[in-house]
């Protein structure tokens, strides 16, 4: 027991020291590292042309996914780092835009279209059966 | 002089496109019939005027000339032949000269090869070819010259994007502009049929070649440019929501829509005016797509040819032109006779929900891709990408799933439920083992990832059932298309759905010699080396894949140095196995001289891009089909 837990102390060590180790490796836990990647796709890196920190070469991108492998590591919920992220940048981090009185339209979009839709397309129907 | 006599071409090609919708106007307000006669070859020339423009900028590009401001912006004489070329649609006036030659030639095309539309409609479907011409045409000759010259011309050009020096880039945009452009000859066909209020079966049957050959092109377009992203952005990832992406996406899901509710008006003649409402649409998203694309309204990975002044006339031309169309509809809708009536469970019924739901999908589609504009309005910036999409779209797609599977099982005019549901047993236990696998064996990545593995699945079943107990040799090809199209479907959803359940991902520092794991595979880190090629130089790095027992194959990837713009590229190196794909990437080193690794092993991800092909084959099929059987019924009339 104690025999991997020396290993895996200094690593957490090296981690906090250097802060771009996670800018490009994962986390041991595979579970959190999946937790970062799943939060990392959803984060738009801020200098690129329209690409998330997940898949950019841009150095932003990597200091932004090693502060989200670190604070994921540390335990944090992906919610949080999102709205921690959202607090210092704004909302054009989070390619998920946060329900709001703005954004209200964008998400009731798809069941407004849908409902008007099945009016358009039933009423058609009754109209061709009458 | 070649230049000059692009230019020259150019503008000739304006006038023709002034003359043909003149023309045209005078024919269909009582001219004679020299004036009718007269529209045909008068498209042709412009066609032929606009090809030759083209081909002017294609030498000057070949030839390096640098007193072009063009070439000196966007090639240099050092790149390979096929990026000299490639570079004539890598900027934005060559990309709009293009577009504008393709919608010249489909004019050209109409005017030469569509006999079963009747004297009136083609005249007026020419005229409003005339008139979109002329528009692009004013575009580029005022606010895009691409035969502009500099007083002073450089020793060298500053060359070109090097991600954009792929091969992938010389087909790609050519293919996607001949799907775009193509569908200006839906619209105008639907215009025709507006102005000569001649909205019925005979106007579906003409039409719907000309939808499909756009929309083949459409497909493969999307399918190229998906796998050009996925191997030069070296992330692995195919799709991203971009609004690029996007654009290209919203006229495809308006042109399937249409593909399918023109089978209705061309067998039942039912929904007249949406299959018409759908045509305008459809080419209404291409020029939005342009608009998007060229006015660098939104930024995007694609953002590599804008210019926002430009914006405000590509805006003004497409108010004109979807607004003309829609005020047209508004008119005229009002004396197109409703179509047939039909049944709700029916195979009409079942295109109606495959319209109403790929239509759904092209509204979030639009409103996600327009909404950060709008809130920006409001002060507010803010970002909409996958997540959004994702959540969105993904559910009401994968009910079209559904619809898909069952759709082409039902009959014309009306059917049974009980009917169905015994044409359905085999597809719906095909899903149901489906699900058992899946439940059992695949990891839970997402609801959408898990729900799409199943329903492939059935829907690979259900896409065949249409040919059980059917005489193979005396099915139809339009048939064998359908069948083939919708298979492909159930492929690329595979893919799609493996690639996001089943990923490995492996990200390292490491030093030449040590070993890595990635899914089944043990990867070594052999060494680097210097790689040279004709217009860059490359640090490439050597890896040993070994998977079990089986041969070791080795993958390169390469840290790309372009000198001319100086740029840093990674190549990723890709092994296609026959159950997925190896992906490798080269990234920087660190001051301990240790590398970053990307490695991905991608199982299945091949098949999105095979199913988008087999989607594409689909389409070329029931094409061929269609003109088949026309000529057989032409022969069969003069016989």
């Given at each position: ?130 | ?112 090869i569509?006999?079963r ?58 293919t996607?502009?001949l799907g775009?452009?193509g569908l200006?000859v839906a ?14 079966p005979?106007?579906a049957r003409a039409m719907r070649p000309w939808v499909l050959g756009a929309w083949i092109f459409l497909t493969l377009g999307i399918t190229a ?27 495809w899901l308006a042109a399937t829509a249409l593909l399918h509710s023109v089978t209705v008006l061309a067998t039942r003649?039912g929904l007249?005016?949406?299959t ?6 459809a ?63 029916s195979r009409e019924g079942g295109l109606v929900l495959n319209n109403?739901l790929l ?38 797609a994968?009910?079209l799933v559904v619809a898909l599977a069952a759709g082409p099982l039902v009959r014309w005019r009306?059917d049974?439920?009980?009917a169905l549901?015994g044409r359905l047993l085999v597809p719906v236990a095909a899903t149901?083992?489906a ?20 329903l492939a699945a059935g829907l690979a079943v259900a896409s065949v059932a249409p040919l059980w107990g059917r005489n193979l040799a005396r099915t139809p090809l339009f048939t064998w298309g359908m069948v083939i199209a919708h298979l492909g479907v159930a492929v690329s959803l595979f893919g799609m ?107 299945f991800?091949t098949c999105i891009w095979a199913g988008g092909a087999l989607i594409a084959l689909g389409g070329a099929l029931s094409l061929l089909g269609r003109i088949r059987r026309a000529r057989l019924r032409h022969e069969e009339?003069?016989?």
């Open positions: 027991m104690r025999a991997w837990l020396l290993p895996l102390a200094a690593l957490t060590l090296v981690a906090a020291t250097s802060p771009a180790r996670y800018a490009n490796t994962q986390l041991a836990d595979p579970a959190k590292e999946a937790e970062a990647q799943a939060l990392m796709v959803t984060l738009r890196c801020l200098v690129c042309q329209g690409q998330s920190i997940a898949d950019s070469d841009a150095d932003m991108a990597a200091d932004m996914r090693a502060l989200v492998r670190q604070r994921i590591a540390r335990g944090e919920r992906a919610g949080d780092v999102r709205d921690w992220l959202i607090a210092r940048y704004g909302e054009y981090v989070s390619y998920d835009p946060p329900l709001t009185a703005l954004t209200a339209p964008l998400w009731l979009a798809p069941i407004a279209l849908l409902v008007v839709g099945l009016i358009v397309a039933r009423a058609s129907f009754r109209r061709r059966r009458s | 002089m070649i230049a000059e006599a692009g230019l020259a071409a150019l503008w000739l090609a304006a006038a023709v496109a002034l003359l043909q919708l003149v023309l045209a106007g005078v024919a269909l307000r009582g001219g004679q019939a020299e004036v009718l006669a007269a529209v045909r070859p008068v498209a042709v020339t412009g066609g032929v005027l606009a090809l030759l423009a083209f081909l002017c900028l294609v030498a000057v590009f070949v030839r390096s000339d640098m007193s072009v401001l063009l070439v000196v912006e966007n090639s240099h004489s050092a790149k390979p032949l096929l990026y000299r070329i490639s570079g004539v649609w890598g900027n934005h006036e060559g990309s709009m000269l293009l577009w504008v030659t393709v919608l010249g030639l489909a004019g050209a095309a109409i005017a030469r569509e006999h539309l009747d004297e009136r409609p083609l005249v007026a479907t020419l005229g409003a070819q005339g008139a979109i011409a002329l528009g692009f045409f004013a575009f580029l000759l005022f606010a895009s010259n691409p035969f502009a010259r500099v007083a002073q011309p450089p020793a060298n050009g500053l060359g070109l994007n090097p991600l954009l020096q792929d091969p992938g880039l010389a087909f790609h945009p050519p996607l502009y775009y452009v200006s619209f105008s066909f639907a215009v025709g049929a507006l102005v000569t209020r001649d909205v019925g005979a106007f440019g998906s796998y050009w992203a996925y191997y030069e952005l070296g992330w692995g990832g195919w799709w991203f929501w971009d609004p690029v992406e996007n654009a290209s996406l919203m006229p003649d007249r005016a949406w018409v409402m759908l045509a305008v649409v080419f209404s998203m291409s020029m939005i797509g342009t608009f998007l694309v060229r006015s660098g309204i939104l930024t995007s990975v694609h953002a590599f040819a804008v210019d926002p002044s430009r914006g405000t006339f590509i805006l003004a031309l497409l108010a004109l032109y979807i607004g003309g169309a829609l005020a047209l509809f508004a008119l005229r809708i009002g004396t197109v006779k409703t179509g047939t009536t039909f049944e709700l469970l109403l239509s759904v999908i092209l509204g979030v589609v639009l409103i996600g891709t327009l909404y950060p504009i709008v809130a920006s309005a409001f002060g507010v910036q803010l970002s909409v990408g996958p997540p959004f999409f994702d959540k969105a779209a993904g559910p009401i994968l009910a009306r049974r439920w009980d549901a149901g083992l699900l058992g696998a899946v439940v059992l064996f695949a990891p839970f990545k997402s609801v959408l990832s898990s729900a799409g593995l199943v759905a493996a690639d996001a359940a089943f990923t490995r991902e492996t990200l390292i520092a490491a030093r030449p010699g040590e070993q890595v794991g990635v899914g089944p595979f043990r990867v070594t880190f052999d060494g680097l080396k210097p790689a040279m090629g004709p217009n860059w130089s490359a640090l490439e790095g050597r890896f040993t894949v070994q998977r079990g027992d089986a041969a070791p194959f080795v993958l390169r990837p390469q840290q790309r140095f372009f000198a001319q713009p100086p740029t840093t590229t990674s190549e990723a190196s890709i092994a296609t196995l026959w159950d997925g794909q190896l992906y490798a990437v080269l990234g920087n080193a660190d001051a301990g001289g240790r590398w970053q690794v990307r490695l991905w092993w991608k199982p991800v009339a003069w016989a």
